[in-house]
């Protein structure tokens, strides 16, 4: 079974073994390659010491990305492709932080190189001499969409705990179910993610939300997203007990994040759309009501993702998806200005995304309708938009300083009169015309008005 190289990483290869050196390209980009993908990186192992790597490449720009781990990186020639790791075959010490080995030791062996790294399908070298090196039986693993740790699995996520999170996000993007002793060892070493940076926990969970795969992940290991988001322990098993809704709380949220679409600030907001909802659950006449959850849960999502460190645009755009997600949005053109001219365009597309993945996991009863009135909104709004109707105050036609000139000479009121003056073109009872705008504020200042 060959692999098609890219040219430079062939030159690469065969420049370490003219020099009496073994080399494979390994990892991720042999998995990708079987998997008919493109490999983004080529990463490259290799029997020689990290010295005699810059021995070798004394031609090429070298960066030193950690001599000590045995790895330094090539700049290729061909600007098309990124910069190449290379690194030594080693041999992994205790990992005291369960991230990083505290200390590694340099082998001649490809079987220690490969019999370190996490995953069966991550496990494989490639060399167009030897073909394929594949000891763990990571073929069969793909083949099988199976997710299997190499070697005992214990002992894999001891060493590194961020390889719970990886696994996750593997199952989800590419399909694979988790081996059965795999999964028991994650779930078993699931508090040890608490030792991870939280920017190493976010990077796994974004790339996890998107993956066609994500729902069962979700369902079958709650209990380690609940390791890194506790404030969803209360959603789960937590009964509506309302005609809108057939499912219990955390059921209903896995459920909008499978109907989602494949976008990021929409996955997260259908994970903590509704995580306020036990903390304000009553009941009226046996039914089931959740009053300000919107704002609750607003709440919570902002402490969320403000320990997880997202950036401030994700944390303002999810947070205000979240405070908006059941807001009823009349197909109405007045109605629909009004929600423009609070969140803008880009943003009342994005809260129609969520609404309809809300709608969806919603019960039969009640989600036609709710998907009836939001296929209507993308058309109003592109209507708005093409003819260029007003709904802020930088397309009125009218400004501060023509105020002034007016005679409305107070700062304050200036802003009080514009957005007054909007309200009414919105409201479609004048045209957004600069003369009749200037007519309406001399009949509500007739005594400043005069010449």
């Known amino acids: 079974m060959n692999i098609e190289l890219p040219n430079e990483i062939e030159e690469i290869l065969d420049t370490l073994e003219s020099a009496g050196y073994e080399a494979y390209v390994v990892g991720?980009?042999?998995?990708?390659?079987?998997?008919?993908?493109?490999?983004?990186?080529?990463?490259?192992?290799?029997?020689?010491?990290?010295?005699?790597?810059?021995?070798?490449?004394?031609?090429?720009?070298?960066?030193?990305?950690?001599?000590?781990?045995?790895?330094?990186?090539?700049?290729?020639?061909?600007?098309?492709?990124?910069?190449?790791?290379?690194?030594?075959?080693?041999?992994?010490?205790?990992?005291?932080?369960?991230?990083?080995?505290?200390?590694?030791?340099?082998?001649?062996?490809?079987?220690?190189?490969?019999?370190?790294?996490?995953?069966?399908?991550?496990?494989?070298?490639?060399?167009?001499?030897?073909?394929?090196?594949?000891?763990?039986?990571?073929?069969?693993?793909?083949?099988?969409?199976?997710?299997?740790?190499?070697?005992?699995?214990?002992?894999?996520?001891?060493?590194?705990?961020?390889?719970?999170?990886?696994?996750?996000?593997?199952?989800?993007?590419?399909?694979?179910?988790?081996?059965?002793?795999?999964?028991?060892?994650?779930?078993?070493?699931?508090?040890?993610?608490?030792?991870?940076?939280?920017?190493?926990?976010?990077?796994?969970?974004?790339?996890?939300?998107?993956?066609?795969?994500?729902?069962?992940?979700?369902?079958?290991?709650?209990?380690?997203?609940?390791?890194?988001?506790?404030?969803?322990?209360?959603?789960?098993?937590?009964?509506?007990?309302?005609?809108?809704?057939?499912?219990?709380?955390?059921?209903?949220?896995?459920?909008?994040?499978?109907h989602a679409i494949s976008d990021l600030m929409i996955r997260l907001t259908m994970l903590l759309h509704d995580i306020g909802k036990p903390m304000c659950y009553t009941e009226a006449d046996d039914i089931g009501h959740f009053y300000e959850h919107s704002r609750i849960s607003t709440d919570l999502t902002k402490e969320i993702l403000l320990r997880l460190k997202y950036d401030s645009n994700t944390i303002k755009t999810v947070s205000e998806l979240v405070l908006y997600h059941d807001v009823e949005i009349e197909p109405r053109n007045k109605h629909i200005k009004r929600w423009l001219n609070r969140i803008g365009e880009e943003r009342l597309f994005q809260l129609i995304e969520v609404q309809r993945a809300d709608a969806m996991a919603q019960s039969e009863s009640s989600r036609d309708e709710k998907l009836d009135k939001l296929n209507k909104l993308p058309d109003i709004i592109k209507g708005i938009i093409e003819q260029q109707q007003c709904f802020s105050l930088k397309d009125l036609a009218i400004n501060g300083h023509d105020l002034l000139a007016l005679g409305v000479s107070d700062g304050k009121e200036i802003g009080i009169v514009l957005n007054q003056l909007l309200e009414i073109v919105i409201d479609e009872k004048v045209e957004n015309n600069k003369e009749e705008l200037a007519n309406v504020v001399i009949s509500m200042y007739p005594w400043t008005c005069q010449d």
Request: hydrophobic share 40%; with cysteine; aromatic share 8%.
């Open 28 to 258: 991720g980009c042999v998995r990708d390659s079987l998997m008919d993908k493109i490999p983004k990186d080529w990463d490259i192992c290799t029997s020689a010491l990290p010295e005699q790597t810059r021995v070798v490449f004394s031609g090429y720009v070298i960066i030193d990305l950690g001599l000590a781990f045995g790895t330094v990186a090539l700049l290729p020639h061909q600007a098309s492709i990124e910069p190449v790791e290379i690194t030594t075959f080693r041999i992994d010490g205790v990992y005291s932080d369960n991230r990083r080995p505290d200390m590694v030791l340099f082998s001649e062996s490809l079987e220690d190189d490969l019999s370190r790294r996490d995953f069966t399908m991550n496990a494989m070298a490639y060399n167009p001499q030897t073909g394929i090196i594949d000891l763990f039986g990571g073929i069969d693993d793909i083949t099988n969409k199976l997710l299997k740790c190499v070697g005992d699995p214990e002992k894999r996520f001891q060493e590194d705990a961020l390889r719970i999170m990886r696994a996750m996000r593997f199952a989800s993007v590419l399909g694979f179910n988790i081996d059965k002793e795999t999964s028991r060892a994650m779930q078993e070493n699931c508090n040890l993610l608490q030792n991870i940076a939280k920017e190493r926990i976010r990077s796994e969970l974004n790339k996890m939300l998107l993956g066609q795969g994500i729902s069962s992940l979700l369902i079958d290991y709650k209990y380690i997203i609940a390791e890194i988001i506790p404030e969803i322990i209360p959603m789960f098993g937590f009964e509506q007990n309302n005609p809108h809704h057939s499912f219990d709380v955390y059921t209903h949220t896995v459920l909008s994040v499978d």
